[in-house]
Nanobody, 122 residues
Framework: QVRLVESGGGLVQAGDSLKLSCAAS????????MGWFRQAPGKEREFVAACTPSGRNTLYADSVKGRFTISRDNAKNTVYLQMNSLKPEDTAVYYC???????????????WGQGTQVTVSS
């Protein structure tokens, strides 16, 4: 199990940018695929983005494609989510997660952070 801690959330206006960080503990971070999920009030948790252990291959939800970018720095045990052109519908708690298999479904992810709040005002 990997301990994950998200940071970087906040309150911004529509059109602004934010960069989330997820710091991981453990000696095997570079072996995990990593993902970002989000959950808005009253809605189910949904997939946002994922990357392979190297960070070379990525997947994105259609709703964020072209606006969000997932990346990682294995030397720092950190994964990032750069969010540009933010919209009010992006408002949610954002969760970082680690998986042994590259994919988009929650059942693949074994470790989860506590989440960080992102609020986008209109």
């Amino acid at each position: 199990q990997v301990r994950l801690v998200e940071s970087g959330g906040g309150l911004v206006q529509a059109g602004d940018s934010l960069k989330l960080s997820c710091a991981a503990s453990g000696r095997t971070f570079s072996r995990y695929s990593m993902g970002w999920f989000r959950q808005a009030p009253g809605k189910e948790r949904e997939f946002v983005a994922a990357c392979t252990p190297s960070g070379r291959n990525t997947l994105y939800a259609d709703s964020v494609k072209g606006r969000f970018t997932i990346s990682r720095d294995n030397a720092k045990n950190t994964v990032y989510l750069q969010m540009n052109s933010l919209k009010p519908e992006d408002t949610a708690v954002y969760y970082c997660a680690a998986a042994g298999i590259f994919g988009t479904t929650m059942n693949l992810f074994d470790s989860w952070g506590q989440g960080t709040q992102v609020t986008v005002s209109s």
